[in-house]
């Protein structure tokens, strides 16, 4: 607002003085400052204070003292003595009468018609007058706010903007707001002032005389503020007021500014604030709040705010007038002398005598930066960055000349100057239309050349081992394979900052790299000499060697040009530590396949050569045993099983690989079956020797239960390492663990320490524990597995002792295993396939079905072979669950989960019933169904097709209630129900229904609703095709499980019953000629579906006892009668208990 220019504002040592109501202070300000704060001063002085004590009585006299020689107070005091309860009356029916009559009425309440203009009708007015005056005038202005729907406009106003009466005026104004702040909310009156000639200067004298009220308004201002303030005339004058405010009160600028960026507004005023605040900062060379500011807009986490203010720089840079003049050329004029201002001035001797040696003398040399300066410089870089990448600003010559300068400076060896020179160089990367002119790209290329040659001193000297150079390598290398995506991730990851970098614009770079600093030949050979990185571990972060490495691996330049890196990838290997650096496995994995596939099918010989035999074996000295073993190995165990990794990822290679090498007629060597033999545990064994007298412990098991516990207590405080000397012992003495009275504490201890024995030599456990758990014959006989027996068939597992069958924490042993060589089997038969590959590259002498047939039919029968594996331990498995014939001579019968939990909610259910249920639920066949139950769910989770293959085999349907129940994955076999419905056989459709029944109660879901409705409608179809015979056969056992669909979904009971109507009318046509007691019982049906509730109290007891004792003598028909009359009397029954 430059009409306020000549206007006299309330200073900050004034309004402090007022907020904390220093009387000292405002004693010693001058008369014209004195003037701005009179309305508080005399409403202090004349209103009764709340402070009632000793010292506020003494400031009061204070102020009486330094108001008494000023002359305007009696004015003031004028207009306190005005009845404002009727001025407020008078001005909320002039209120009313505009809001009834439209806001351009003329009529007023408040005044009368005036005979001369405004300011002169001010001049003649007595006080109480004078406030009705400003009074209109200030509601008509609110009011036409309220009505312009957020359109900024512009009200001339006499009474504010006459210089004679401007401080009277503002008398009356703040005087007003004080004593009616419910008529006029101090919010609502700033605002209204934004639309009047010097409503900055008026604003800020009724804040100054309110205080308190200083963030109340700001925040109010803010939040009815524009998004993009510059864009408007309001908003670049509401900007200017709350400068103006912030001016005064300066201890709050930076929280206003925080409230704009809450409010994603105004975001010029935030600059200018920031503007103002920097220009009060002093000088020092740390980064300035500017800088600060406008970096955590453009790269903070909040996106919102990000593109408020991105927003802004693309609309300030659109505006070509008074661009001088905006919040947004002053930001970026104070970017630029802050980056000016760092600018390397000095020369180094050092660098221009490296210059005079290779360049002109008329060459300009670069200079170098301070290193107080480096940060600070590092943070400009990335401003700029994000300022053009983001934001979208466009540098101007003199800001583009500027960077350059500063991005081609030569930093210390510091870290802060390693970070400095890297970002610099994507920023060259990201931008490379600030290098213009020939000169510039000279400077440029000097830079680079610079780059390369200090690389070396600036890792010694800083002591970062992520230095530049392996950046400038791993971009040659990326240029070079021309991944400028690559290129261009490695750019944004650098600066933190996700950018737009068009491929194109990177060709001139492409062209200075690949032809003048770094050549495809001068990248490989500087690459191998590069140092590696020394414990390398994923604590190091940045660009490495490895880095570089990796992609000069993937793109064969090793082999292009005769380069040996086996050497350097071994010494790497050696020279790691925990945690894992992420690129140690790529490595591993790309140098394989360079080792094993040549370059290009020309040349079969352009391959690396692979780790020797002997250098594997130095990794494990110390381990392997022999005369030179010692207890402390030189390698770490990550390099240990980094070249472990190595050993077996190239074997498997090598086997995935045998038909494109055979038809290479190439065959790399493979390393030999002893070298396995020296690697894993020899030097441990040799260690646990000592301690064989302990492992006789288990022979007493039979007689001396307490030792042995003692015994296996001790061994759990092993770790897993020390462990493996008892494996052999614990795993053969596992059969006496069958033994009756064995105490379940010993065989919970055993399978806690065979847990742990698995996390360390998982493969020779497995196997000493299948032929320990062998049938009593088969170790008699001496009958050894071996771990290729297991893998060609994993069921061999489940042949074990059947005792194994009811202990549960050797069950859960076992079922570890069968799930481990169940999966050992898929990867077996697919290198076996992969090792006989060469069998079909020869053709055989007939074949008629063409080149592609062998592999489909090998494939094939592979996937067959595995479907049948898979499905023959399933089923083996359920029958386990199942009770033997002793389980039920003792009455025990725990086979079914989910009908525990039917019978529990079943009418009638007695008390003694449900303590027998309960204690048939602990029992060791319990618990084995519970972990069969486990590993089910498992192997249907990882491959569902096994479950649609188990249940169209068919299994007792006596274990449906337990599988349904017990396997959470079980709801899969409401996708392929429908298709087992389908089926011929009429076994399979009893067996879908059944399940079915079971799933309904398990998943009430809408997908089984319409299951079951398809169900019914199938039983009635099948109703009216099969003969008596088929007809008992599918109905009674199928019959029950329509309560459970009514159960699980009553929407079904219409259809249940309609359907066993039809039914028993079906059955009493057939006999309709043989007995006439039949039309009795139709009718009975009849009875119980019209009218349900009057038969519910038929006593089925009395009704099974009759129906029992005929069942005998009564052929088919009736007996499916019958059994439709049980049906619906249970669906009555459960349907008046649920009410």
Known sequence: MAECSGLQFVSPYAFEAMQKVDVVRLAALSDPELRLLLPCLVRMALCAPADQSQSWAQDKKLILRLLSGVEAVNSIVALLSVDFHALEQDANKEQQLRHKLGGGSGESILVSQLQRGLTLEFEHSDSPRRLRLVLSELLAIMNKVLESNGEFFFKSSELFESPVYLEEAADVLCILQAELPSLL????????????????????????????????????????????????????????????????????????????????????????????????????????????????????????????????????????????????????????????????????????????????????????????????????????????????????????????????????????????????????????????????????????????????????????????????????????????????????????????????????????????????????????????????????????????????????????????????????????????????????????????????????????????????????????????????????????????????????????????????????????????????????????????????????????????????????????????????????????????????????????????????????????????????????????????????????VLRCDQRVHRCPPLMDITLHMLNGYLLASKAYLSSHLKETAEQDIRPPQNNMMGPEAPEVTREELKNALLAAQDSAAVQILLEICLPTEEEKAQGSNPHSLLKNIQSAAAIGLQSKGLEEEEDSLLCNLREVQCLICCLLHQMYIADPNIVKLVHFQGYPCELLSLTVAGIPSMHICLDFIPELIAQPELEKQIFAIQLLSYLCIQYALPKSLSVARLAINVMGTLLTVLTQTKRYAFFMPTLPCLVSFCQAFPPLYDDVMSLLIQIGQVCASDVATQTRDFDPIITRLQQLKEKPNEQSGLCKDLFYKRGLKNMGSMDPDVQLCQCIERTIIEIINMTVSGV
Request: aromatic share 6%.
């Open 185 to 796: 909310p101090i919010v609502d009156v700033a605002e209204a002032l934004l639309h009047v000639k010097n409503g900055a200067w008026f604003l800020c004298l009724l804040v100054a005389n309110v205080p308190d009220s200083f963030n109340e308004v700001c925040r109010g201002l803010i939040k009815n503020g524009e998004r993009q303030d510059e864009e408007s005339l309001g908003g670049r004058r509401r900007t200017e007021a709350l400068r103006h405010l912030c001016k005064m009160n300066p201890s709050q600028a930076l929280r206003i500014r925080g409230m704009v960026v809450e409010e994603c507004h105004l975001p010029g005023l935030g600059v200018a604030l920031t503007l103002d605040h920097t220009k009060n900062e002093t000088s020092d060379d740390g980064v300035s709040d500017l800088v600060c500011f406008v970096s955590g807009l453009l790269l903070g986490t909040n996106a919102k705010v990000r593109t408020w203010f991105g927003t802004f720089i693309r609309n300030g840079q659109q505006r070509k007038k008074e661009n001088v003049s905006s919040v947004l050329w002053q930001m970026r004029r104070q970017l630029l002398l802050e980056l000016m201002g760092i600018l390397p001035t000095v020369r180094s001797t050092h660098i221009v005598e490296e210059a005079d040696a290779d360049m002109e003398p008329n060459v300009s040399v670069y200079s170098g930066l301070k290193e107080e300066h480096v940060v600070k410089a590092s943070a400009l870089l990335r401003l700029y960055c994000a300022l053009m990448g983001i934001a979208g600003l466009k540098p101007t010559d003199e800001e583009a000349e500027q960077l350059l300068q500063l991005m081609t400076s030569r930093p210390p060896a510091t870290p802060a100057g390693v970070r400095f020179v890297s970002l610099s160089f994507c920023m060259l990367l990201a931008f490379s239309t600030l290098v213009s002119t020939p000169e510039q790209e000279q400077l440029m290329v000097m830079w680079l050349s610079w780059m390369i040659k200090e690389e070396a001193y600036f890792e010694s000297i800083s002591g970062v081992s992520a230095s530049f150079g392996e950046m400038l390598l791993l971009v040659a290398m990326y240029f070079h394979s021309n991944q400028l995506n690559a290129i261009i991730d490695l750019v944004c990851s650098t600066l933190g900052m996700k950018i737009v970098i068009k491929p194109s614009s990177l060709s001139r770079m492409k062209t200075i790299f690949t032809q003048e600093i770094f050549t495809e030949q001068v990248v490989t050979a500087h690459a191998v000499r590069v140092p590696v990185t020394g414990n390398l571990s994923a604590n190091i972060t940045g660009f490495l060697p490895i880095h570089c490495i990796y992609q000069l691996l993937r793109s064969r330049s090793f082999t292009k040009h005769k380069v040996s890196i086996k050497d350097w990838i071994y010494r790497q290997l050696c020279e790691t530590t925990t945690p894992l650096h992420p690129q140690l496995l790529p490595l591993i994995d790309v140098y394989i396949n360079s080792v094993l596939t040549p370059a290009s099918k020309s040349n079969p010989e352009a391959t690396n050569q692979p780790i020797t035999e002997q250098e594997i074996l130095n990794v494990f000295q110390g381990l392997t045993g022999g005369e030179n073993a010692r207890v402390n190995p030189r390698y770490s165990i990550t390099a240990q099983l980094l070249v472990l990794y190595y050993v077996l990822s190239y074997e498997e290679a090598l086997l995935a690989n045998t038909k494109t090498l055979a038809a290479m007629q190439k065959k790399p060597k493979s390393y030999s079956s002893a070298l396995m033999d020296q690697i894993p545990i020899k030097y441990l064994i040799r260690q646990a020797q000592g301690l064989q007298q302990e492992l006789g412990a288990f022979s007493m098991l039979p007689g001396n239960h307490t030792q042995v516990m003692q015994i296996l207590e001790h061994l759990t405080l092993l770790s897993a390492g020390e462990l493996i000397p008892y494996a052999e012992v614990l795993t053969s003495n596992m059969n006496q663990l069958l033994n009756a009275g064995v105490p379940r504490r010993i065989l919970q201890t055993v399978n806690k320490l065979w847990m742990v024995l698995n996390t360390v030599m998982p493969r020779r456990l497995w196997v000493m524990t299948v032929n320990a758990l062998q049938p009593s014959v088969k170790i008699i006989r001496q009958q050894k597995y071996t771990q290729k027996d297991l893998m060609i068939d994993p069921l061999i």
